[in-house]
């Protein structure tokens, strides 16, 4: 694996990649990273000729300072993982190599309602951060293939519409979500709490499974307002939001109607952390 820092020594590496007609796949984290990252590396391993993994820790994107401070960094270790899954570029930029004029004057992206629905009215400004630091490395890593995990469904769909708004031929792949074996979606953020909490979290999965096994039987504003009550009584703090979507366009949804797929999504604090997943179901 070749580690690079500046923008201007990995551009001239991929562009010998891309003489030589290579398809790159890429892989882009904030690091601390788990089996969730490396099923996105292992899919692109799989569909490209060299894969490509950035690791940057993104200021724009964090609405909350505290969670931009505690974000947890694991560099040494991320490093051994990535020689291990044979990754070919590590892409590890400083925020002046990506923001070379500061993180105050950046582009903005039209992202409609997407932007100002569950995450973006929890997180305002979240998915602007995440265009501008996703756009930054697109254009300096020219992938074939762009791999993102499912446990962010939001956010792919917000990266959806960045290439397709900015005309990026670049194709996405999403990956399902990684779990724990009893269910907990794996997050770098799950390190901050203890066993005990990891356990309690787990009512998110359960949460989103009594949706899905439920979906036909009651009404989905019982759904998800027992959802609510089923966190809040068991261990979490604060609900932002049990909702349930269109898994296309992520508009809420009232009732059921045959043939139409659903993603069932959770935004929950297990103090002091907050925690999200989501579950499709069709
Ligand atoms: P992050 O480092 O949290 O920004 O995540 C980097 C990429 O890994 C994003 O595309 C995430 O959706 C993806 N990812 C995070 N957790 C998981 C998981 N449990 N399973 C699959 N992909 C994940």
New binding site residues.
């Given amino acids: 694996m070749i580690l690079y820092k500046t923008v201007q020594d990995i551009r001239s590496q991929i562009k010998t990649l891309k003489e030589k007609n290579q398809k790159i796949g890429f ?11 490396l ?2 590396i292992r899919q692109s391993k799989q569909h490209a000729d060299a894969t490509v993994c950035s ?1 940057f820790v993104n200021p724009t994107q964090f609405n909350d300072i505290k969670d931009f401070e505690k974000y947890p960094i694991t560099i040494e270790k991320d490093i051994m993982l990535l020689e291990r899954e044979k990754v070919d570029i590590l892409f590890l930029p400083t925020v002046a190599e990506i923001y070379p004029d500061g993180t105050k004057e950046v582009k903005h992206y039209e992202l409609g309602y997407l932007e100002n629905i569950l995450e973006g009215k929890y997180r305002p400004g979240h998915f602007q951060g995440v265009c501008q630091v996703v756009h930054r490395l697109l254009e300096i890593v020219q992938p074939d293939a762009l ?6 469904y939001q ?2 769909m917000v990266i959806k519409k960045l290439l397709e708004i900015e005309h990026i031929n670049t194709n996405l792949i999403i ?5 724990e074996e009893d269910g907990l ?5 799950n390190v901050r709490l203890s066993d005990d909490a990891k356990e309690e979290a787990l009512a998110i999965y359960k949460t989103l499974n009594h949706i899905k096994n439920n979906i036909q039987l009651a009404s989905f504003e019982e759904l998800t307002q027992n959802g609510e009550a089923y966190l809040l009584n068991n261990g979490f703090s604060k609900v932002d939001y049990v909702s349930i979507a269109d898994a296309n366009t992520l508009e809420p949804v009232e009732k059921y109607v045959a043939g139409q797929k659903l993603v069932a999504l959770i935004a929950a604090f297990k103090d002091p952390v907050r925690l999200i997943d989501n579950m499709t179901i069709n």
């Fill in positions: 892989v882009p984290t904030m690091g601390a990273l788990h089996e969730g990252h099923s996105l690791i791999f993102m995990g499912q446990k962010d956010q792919c990956v399902p979500t990684k779990r979606a794996l997050s770098s953020r």
